[in-house]
């Protein structure tokens, strides 16, 4: 994690736990305390490559799809229906609107999975 983003670290014990030098505890409290972090803490997301909080993600995709039904029921019960809303995930949200894979087999599942892993482990 400090590889990462040492400042996220640095921020998330300061917010979560009240430390302020985090490298006065000895090696294994630093990683409790780094295991125990919140999903949507800056190291985490940092870690996973994500922007938001997978409850923020929720929350757009909530918004985006009530808009698209409030713009269908207009464009059926109006002559003058406002154009379609635009997507805020889209907007926000780069990341969480990539490309999505499917996998027929476990096969193909697992060579995928190897090369992430590999692309990872070499940076």
């Given at each position: ?34 295991w125990g972090l ?42 003058h229906a406002p ?41």
């Amino acid at each position: 994690m400090k590889a990462v983003d040492e400042d996220c670290l640095i921020c998330d014990f300061a917010q979560y736990y009240h430390i302020y030098d985090y490298e006065s505890l000895p090696v294994r409290k630093q990683a409790i305390y780094a295991w125990g972090l919140p999903d949507d803490s800056r190291i985490k997301k940092a870690m996973s490559g994500r922007e938001y909080a997978l409850s923020d993600l929720l929350l757009m995709a909530l918004v985006d799809w009530v808009g698209n039904m409030n713009w269908q029921y207009a464009s059926v019960n109006s002559k003058h229906a406002p154009q379609k809303p635009q997507s805020l995930m889209k907007l926000l949200a780069k990341s969480a609107t990539g490309e999505i894979k499917g996998y027929t087999d476990a096969e193909s599942f697992e060579a995928e999975r190897r090369n992430i892993l590999e692309k990872i482990n070499n940076g």
